[in-house]
């Protein structure tokens, strides 16, 4: 008998499903099916990058929405810094130039044995392999009161749309003097310098428009992502306006009351002019309900190939997995579905199997013209996503450093929202 070494193995295993697709081909059959549910950035970027990377393949997106709106940068537009249209994303290039199928369409259910994805108009797309970037949902019961009738008077805006829209509204609306109340979750969540960059900005408009108002920061935890240089800028841009209350002070909150706004921590009451509950997260619904989430609400994946360790033939990139130290960053889900649309490609055509090179890179506002960045790169050991090298701003760094971090980040937002989308 013959003992397959893994490289033999791997080139027998892609041969295998290379003259498989050469078969298909000269039987006249259709292509490779790839279904990819979830338009957002892990899944537009997987559609596009599979879509390049195996030409030999049927590309079909379902995302409900017409438009992505960006959940980065919406900090910006809370402050008047940005317009909502500049953080809005088409499909049409994605459909024209690399000729993936774009339905819009919600799915709704999988069934991982016949390979079909059911979509809410009860179409069934069958698949050869299936890809989820279905993003994130809130854990249900963490903060008593808070529903969806509670998100619509004290807004999460956590998914970017509407939500970003009702949170700017509320703060142009609320007098000078008032009190603006962000709940920031416990770990892991999306984003993890976002509660802090939003604080940051909100405090600039305040700054300009409502000088008498305050920002009141009610935290799940007593240490934050990128504190010391949260806490020198609010003290150089903002002093007096930002309180940070952390989690051993509060005790944490327990429940909010909508008619009042007014949001209860194990020691006290705080009423808000304004409140922006931000929830503890898990994977999206739809991932729950396939059966794709362990105990910890989140997803587990093979970090070389991002396929599920629960179904075979099933792969999930973003906000949904749990992959190791990487952050729950656009940047991340951006990396991690090109590695996962190299890993497929490769499955399916032979093509050549790149390693991963998985990275994040973060730009964060303090202000206008005061911005800090992170960047991450990762390796892969101990069967896991562990972090290799790391870069943070420093504290003493000048203005005009600070300034050019506001430069690069715009330059930034253009090249990966087409990188995504384009
Ligand atoms: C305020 C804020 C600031 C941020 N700033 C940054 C930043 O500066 N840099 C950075 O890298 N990251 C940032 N992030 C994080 C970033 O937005 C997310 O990490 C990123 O969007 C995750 O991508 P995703 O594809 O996993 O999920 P999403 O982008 O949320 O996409 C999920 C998509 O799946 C769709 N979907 C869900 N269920 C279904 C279903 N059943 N059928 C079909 N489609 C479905 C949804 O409609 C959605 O379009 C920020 C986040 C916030 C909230």
């Avoid at 310098?193 to 600039?204: C, T």
Wanted: proline share 5%.
């Amino acid at each position: 008998m013959k003992c397959w070494t893994r490289r033999e193995f791997g080139c027998a295993a892609a041969a295998t499903c290379l003259a498989a697709l050469r078969l298909r081909s000269a039987r006249g059959q259709a292509k490779a099916r790839i279904v990819v549910v979830g338009g957002g950035i892990g899944g537009a970027t997987v559609a596009k990058y599979l879509a390049l990377a195996a030409g030999a393949v049927d590309v079909t997106l379902v995302e409900p929405k017409r438009y992505y709106t960006t959940c980065f940068f919406s900090n910006l537009y809370l402050a008047g810094l940005r317009s909502f249209a500049s953080l809005t994303h088409g499909y049409e290039a994605l459909a024209r130039r690399y000729r993936i199928t774009v339905r819009h369409d919600a799915a709704t259910a999988i069934d991982p044995g016949g390979q079909t994805v059911t979509l809410e108009s009860g179409t069934k797309l069958p698949y050869d392999r299936l890809v989820l970037a279905p993003g994130i949902a809130f854990k249900d019961g963490t903060i008593d009161g808070y529903d969806d009738a509670a998100a619509r008077i004290m807004p999460h805006a956590w998914m970017a749309g509407a939500q970003t829209k009702l949170l700017r509204g509320q703060l142009q609306e609320m007098k000078d003097g008032g009190v603006f109340v962000v709940v920031a979750p416990p770990e892991p969540f999306r984003c993890p310098p976002g509660p802090y960059e939003r604080a940051s900005l909100v405090a600039h408009y305040f700054k300009r428009y409502k000088p008498r108002a305050k920002i009141l920061i009610l935290d799940a935890k007593d240490t934050f992502f990128e504190q010391d240089l949260f806490q020198d800028g609010w003290n150089r841009h903002y002093p007096g306006m930002i309180e940070w209350l952390p989690a051993q002070f509060t005790g944490g909150v327990r429940a909010v009351d909508p008619k009042t706004r007014s949001i209860v921590t194990a020691s006290e009451t705080f009423r808000a002019d304004v409140a922006n509950v931000i929830p503890a997260q898990k994977a999206a619904q739809l991932a729950q309900q396939a059966g794709l989430t362990d105990g910890s609400g989140w997803c587990p994946v093979n970090p070389l190939t991002f396929e599920s360790t629960l179904y075979r033939g099933i792969h999930l990139v973003g906000d949904a997995v749990t992959a190791g130290d990487m952050p729950k960053s656009a940047y991340a889900a951006n990396s991690q579905a090109k590695a996962c649309a190299f890993a497929i490609a490769a499955a399916l055509t032979g093509a050549e199997r790149f390693p991963a090179h998985l990275f994040n890179m973060c730009f964060t506002f303090l202000g206008p013209e005061d911005a800090v960045s992170d960047a991450i790169s990762f390796k892969l050991a101990e069967g896991t996503i562990k972090i290799a090298d790391i870069f943070f701003s420093k504290l003493e760094e000048g203005a005009a450093i600070r300034a050019q971090a506001v430069r690069q980040a715009s330059g930034w937002y253009d090249a990966f929202t087409h990188d995504t989308f384009g």
